[in-house]
């Protein structure tokens, strides 16, 4: 077991920090008992895009996944388990546990394997296979539950043969989210009887009461289908048809489709000859592809759809740490993010003009709409419109796709300049354009201060220079005019410098306080400001002495592993990435936010630095404008590193980065 890179698994119930199963339309918390049906806190599940509330939060939607079970005494629990043992396989994207429960002189056996499939978007399956190692009648337990949520008002619900389903709609949105339910029976189930409970107020259950013998296997499969009026007009009925479908194909056709799918998504793999290591990407890679699918326009909240910690909201998370780790394996993938970004363009316009400024202002946090969903307001965390540019001609440089570029991505980052144009201030003593009371990155700078905003914040100074520069590039590219004043803005924009120690400092009037992310570290990578080596190497050195290492953020070892490979600095980079081993936590290698505590797991923010690493800081990738540099640099440790699909300018490409003879060489192969 311990030689098998696809799979993670545990023999008991604790420690454990719970993953999740998703195929980037539906996401649905894994617990312990491999349903959900005795897990405390309850199982959480959401839908991607589905928000409501005066703040747009991620709706969790009626839960759906547990299986309950009465051996004609008690209700399953895990309080007198044995022969434990839960598996994620990630190869196949499934949980498979299985367990012998003991209880007042009755012993059952259960196996259960779980999938939401990445063939079909709408679905889900279980397999709930038990034992009795006694005879008389049991009773298995399904239910579709809206009752705990007051943001759901239910629609439609009913029965009908084998099937439940429920329907409610959302508060403020009037979103209808449908769900089905179908159990198929094993052949010889003897005396079955169906009871179908619609008492409570936004739920129904169903429970089917059956005799067993004893030793005999008992085999259930459970199908369930989810739609939305975003998807579809009628998403009741294209519910209940999706689970009958189910049930024509089987579980096993299903479970089939499912892993073709996650196939193709695995030859875009990252491989190293390091077998705990080969785990972590593997789960790195598993965990931040179940919360994002083709062919939609929604990006990735920190959490993905594993849960909805700061309301699922968008954040520049995306833009500068998950979408670098998805351009190059899965263009496809790292599109549906950057059209989020189109797609609620209209609302970063009346967020701008609401405020009294041009162009277009993203929202710190961001929902369905676009709309700043920060509480108390918009938030002065301002550097996110320059971020969410960046991203998009991240995109257009990995693809070099010059329809997306004309259509989507120049206005943004048109609009986006103009609004950097009409927020700067312009100090005539000076002669120099500044950008005042803002929250930079590191948010801690003004808990420390006491301020709620500073001056000058760099690296929002930073990426407003690069904002309005890569807007001229792009006009003088399309043949479109521009303000002569935005070269002058970006000429003079003002980054605070401290000439004695040779760096920029974090903000006008930086004291040496530690810092809780490295904002100048962010301008090395992933912006790639530019800055000469001596430069880099001085602000590099002197930041990574204020790291707050009682904090330990994640963003650390995200970006100094990669600023130390761009120094070539080799062993340096190697020690730095070996923080890693704190974030990921058993027993499924999730990642959490801070080294602090352990609330913020499956961080996906942090699974996207990691990935990281590897493509910008070992592998030494750098795009540019027409081609693809390579400068890798691997330490000892990480002797060869293949990526085994990745694209750039619409083709695929195999590079290996190795080590020989202390001289780091690339192979880069059209596939």
Known sequence: MAENVWELGTNSVKPYYRSYLGNGYLGVQMPQDGTGATAAPPVKSFIAGVYDGEYENLVEIPRWSGIKFYDGKNWLNLKHITNYRQVLDMRNASFSTRYTWENDGKVTDFEIKFFVSRADAHLAAIQFCFVPHYDGEVTLENSLDGNPFDNLNLQYRGSEFDQIWLEVMTNTFKVKIAQAVKVLCPQGVVTLKQEVDSSSPKGITQRLRFQVEKGHRYTFCKYVSFFTSYDSQDPLREAREKVAEAEDKGFQQLFQEHSRAWAELWESDILVENLKLQRRIHAALYHLLSSVREGQ?????????????????????????????????????????????????????????????????????????????????????????????????????????????????????????????????????????????????????????????????????????????????????????????????????????????????????????????????????????????????????????????????????????????????????????????????????????????????IFLTAIGGFLQDFLYGFGGIRLRENDLKIESILPDEIPRITFKRIFFGGKAYRLTVEKKADQNTYQLKEL
């Open 297 to 601: 326009d929604h990006s990735i909240p920190p959490l993905g759809l594993s849960n909805d910690g700061w309301g699922g909201h968008i954040f520049w998370d995306s833009e500068f740490f998950m979408l670098p780790a998805l351009l190059l394996l899965y263009p496809e993938l790292a599109k549906t993010m950057v059209m989020y970004r189109y797609r609620t363009l209209e609302g970063a316009k009346t967020n701008a003009k609401e405020q009294g400024y041009e162009g277009a202002a993203f929202g710190w946090q961001t929902g369905r709409t676009g709309k700043e969903c920060s509480r108390g307001g918009f938030s002065s965390e301002i550097h996110i419109v320059g971020d969410v540019a960046w991203g998009q001609w991240q995109y257009y440089l990995a693809t070099q796709d010059r329809n997306f570029l004309e259509n989507y991505a120049s206005e943004i980052i048109i609009e986006t300049a103009r609004f950097w144009a009409s927020r700067v201030t312009y100090n005539q003593k000076a002669d120099r354009y500044e950008i005042l009371g803002v929250i930079p990155p590191d948010e801690s700078t003004c808990e420390v201060r006491g301020l709620p905003t500073v001056d000058n914040s760099v690296f929002t100074n930073a990426i407003a220079q690069w904002n309005l520069r890569t807007a001229i590039r792009v006009c003088q590219m399309l043949g479109k005019d521009y303000p002569a004043i935005w070269e002058e803005i970006a000429e003079k924009m003002y980054l605070p410098l401290d000439p004695e120690r040779n760096i920029f400092l974090e903000y006008d009037g930086y004291s040496g306080h530690p810092i809780k992310q490295p904002d100048v570290g962010e301008m090395i990578h992933p912006l790639e400001y530019p800055m000469s080596e001596e430069f880099m190497a001085s602000n590099f050195d002197y930041y990574l002495t204020k790291a707050d290492q009682e904090l330990g953020h994640s963003f650390f070892p995200s970006v100094h592993t990669v600023v130390a490979c761009r120094l070539g600095r080799c062993q340096q980079a190697y020690e730095l990435f070996q923080q890693w081993d704190g974030f990921f936590l058993s027993p499924f290698e999730v990642t959490r936010e801070i080294l602090a505590d352990d609330r913020n797991t």
